[in-house]
Structure formats: C-alpha cells, structure tokens
C-alpha cells in the first residue's frame, strides 16, 4: 500500500472554470500525450511578481527553505538571506536569474486554494476523483531572466504548466520515439533529476509549444522537456499530481536500477505484474514507513538500497 500524503483540506472546492476544457479528444490523451490548453490566471492577484515575492518570504517557515541556497549563501544570517530572496524576485527583469518557488499550497492558505480550485477544474474535465485518489500533489511558480533557458529534463508527475506572463518556447518529446532509456529513467529514480540524456536525433521528433499567458500545456509523467525563454520576465505555474500507481512504477524503475547494477537484466515495468508486484512490496519495505515529504515517499527506500553501491564507488575512487 502507497503511502498518502495529500492535504486532507483538499477537495472544499467546485469547478470554476479556471482551466478551460477546450479540446475533449486532447484531454483525453492525458498521461500520454502533450496538449495545450487554455487558463485564465494570466491576471490572477496572486500571481504578480509583487505578491510572489511576498510569498518567498514564507518559504523561510518550512525546513525545505535550505533547498533554494548554496551552503555558502546559507552562511548569510536568517533574515538578511530571506531580503535577498525577494529582492532576487523583484528584480527578476534585471538580474539574469531563474528563481523557483515550490510547493506554495503549502505555504499559503490563499495558495492552497487556488490548488484546489484547479484540481476541481481537472477534475471536473478528466472525470477522475483526483483530489481524493492521489498520493500527492502541489504547485510551484517559475520566474525568470530574458533568453534564460531550462535544460532537457523530465519528471515524474503528471503536470500541467500554465504561462502567467512572457512567452517562451517549449520542447516535449514523445516516449514512443525512445526518447528515455530504461537505464535513464531508472537513473532518475534512483534521484537523479537529470538522468535524461539530449541527442540531436529526438529534435526531429519533439513537439513545439509556444507558452504565452493564458497558454498552458499538459506534461505527461516521463516526457522529456526543454523550455527557453524570450524576450521578457517569464512567470509560470505548474500544478502537478501523481497516482499510486505512479509511486509504484518508480518503484520497479529502482528494484531495476540496483539489479542492473548487479549484472542482470530486468524486466521492464508491465511486462510481469508478479515480478512488478514483488518488486513494489520489496521497494516498500525498505522504504520509511511514515514519509514526511514525497521525496521520503519515493526515493527513502532506493537511497537505503543504493548506498552499497555508493560506498562501493567512493572505494574504487580511493584506491
Ligand atoms: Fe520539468
């Protein structure tokens, strides 16, 4: 049984609108196809840079704040580096920076809201209890320099990016092209979040979006991405969500990862549901048996397996 760590106030809110269903034939490739979409949050009051720099400040109240520092910025005492943080956002036109703000339902009942409100709407377009099956969700805001770009990537839920303000240009490459190996993704579940590996070739088979506001486009869990900014301050909201079966399936990915590692070749996941579900229970075990955070969830049992193979590294380096 995967663990839940979804709200529990989740779920107070109905549809409103906030995403627009637009295209069904779309919506209903979710999870495997990208697709574009349209929003109205382009001027939504929570989403200025004013406000989100207000909003930085609470990041400082949660033990996860560490995360947006280098260990030697974290030298600067307490509420001078929380001044900084803002500042960096208010300045975004002029500093050159990409700054990110995660989990703000978190941080903010205002934020935690405007989460429900646009799961409500998803909910209400894919006709899946979302709010009420999920493992967990969240929402982050990015905010960036002219011309700054994102580099090729993926991730592990499924994700919808919606441009608040600026415009910039999105690549998603398809899986069935065999964009992502399987030792790539199963080097990103033993928490690499850069495993995906970039070659010319997958170019010509990438989807272009342009993301301006009003504009959002739905990742599909695993889909390689890159994104490059134009011309002016970018602001995008990404709201994401993953399933148990998600959970599960990186889970295979990491019994797998620590079997190849050993010399054998393992099954892909959904090939065997015996040697999957054998797998699950195994990875489960290992892992904490209350997580805190999705990250505790999801990589607490492969980092416990993996660390042999670590120690054995840092030997062979030694010697
Ligand atoms: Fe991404």
Redesign the pocket.
Known sequence: MIPCLRNPHLGRHSASGLIRHGDARAWGQLNVQPFAFQHSLSSHPLLSIERLARLSERAFDRDHYKRYFTPCELRVPREQLKKQFRESIEQIGENGKWVALHYIDEMDPEYADLFDLLLADIEEIIEIPVRSQMTWGSLSVFMSAPGLA?PY???HET?F?MQISGEKDLHLYPREHGSLTAPEIEDFYRHNPVAGIYREELEQAATAFLLKPGIGVH?PPLAP?R?RNRDDVSVSL?VYFSMPEMEERGHVYQANYCMRKLGLRPRAPGESALADGMKIKFMRALSTSHPRTHDELLYSGVSRLAAPFKWAKQLRQRA
């Open positions: 994102v990537h993926f991730d994700n990016l990742h991405h994104i990404s």
